[in-house]
């Protein structure tokens, strides 16, 4: 059993395993600060420069992942996707350390639109995503399903190391080499500066359902919410 005193069990309905939640994080008030005064996860703050945490390329899950995001990304909308020249002049996906990951253009990753870009500041994969949407309702999961599955599922993570799976929050040590360098990790306080992503008015329960459901299917995302409330 875990030893984190943050940690709670809850079945799993389909399995009858248990999983470990970080209730602490759960019932927290997060918010993802994108555009909105976030710093980024550079070693520095960097608040005017609008990258947010796609200041590196996504890590993709395999090469499951790595196909399926290319294929997408070349079928984007131009006028969507500022930097849609890297279809043709290098690719969207490359490979470092054996694993795959999002192209890096002028410092972020390659689907980033820049702040000022006409067809909107942003990942151009969500973005085509939600203009593509003929029905309102299925707005959420388009989204999520656009994207590369570290983008949506952060600041959430599956820790799989132990016995039972845990689900918590990320950690400056989950970015790799480099993220003990970060000048800000939104899931662990205030940046030096100040800024807060602890401020979002209602508990992550709440604001990532969505996420949750997609994470862990709507059974389990059901229970690990009562167990938050």
């Known amino acids: ?33 994108w555009d909105d005064g976030c710093v980024g996860i550079d070693d520095v703050e960097r608040p005017d420069a609008g990258l947010g945490c796609c200041s590196e390329g996504a890590q993709l899950l395999d090469e499951d ?45 390659v689907f980033l639109n820049r702040p000022g870009f006409a067809g909107g500041h942003g990942c151009a994969l ?16 388009a989204a999520l399903e656009a994207k590369p599955a570290v983008c949506w599922q952060l600041p959430m993570k599956i820790d799989r190391s132990a016995d039972e799976p845990v689900l918590r929050a990320w950690r400056r040590s989950d970015w790799g080499p480099g993220g003990e360098t970060m000048a800000w990790c939104c899931t662990e306080g205030p940046s030096p500066s100040g800024v807060d992503a602890h401020d979002g008015g209602v508990p992550v329960t709440i604001s990532l359902r969505a996420e949750l459901d997609a994470l862990l299917g709507d059974d389990l995302a059901a229970e690990v919410v009562a167990a938050c409330d």
């Open 126 to 141: 969500h973005l085509d995503a939600v203009a593509e949407i003929e029905d309102p309702t299925d707005g959420p999961a």
């Open 65 to 109: 992942e790595a196909r399926r995001i290319d294929a997408l990304g070349r079928t984007l909308d131009p006028n969507r996707f500022q930097h849609h020249v890297a279809v043709v002049d290098g690719g969207l996906v490359t490979r470092r350390d054996g694993r795959a990951h999002t192209r890096v253009v002028d410092g972020a990753c």
């Open 1 to 33: 059993m875990p030893s984190d005193p943050d940690l709670v069990p809850v079945s799993d309905p389909a399995t009858g395993g248990t999983w470990w939640i970080d209730r602490t994080f759960l019932r927290s008030t997060w918010r993802c600060r």
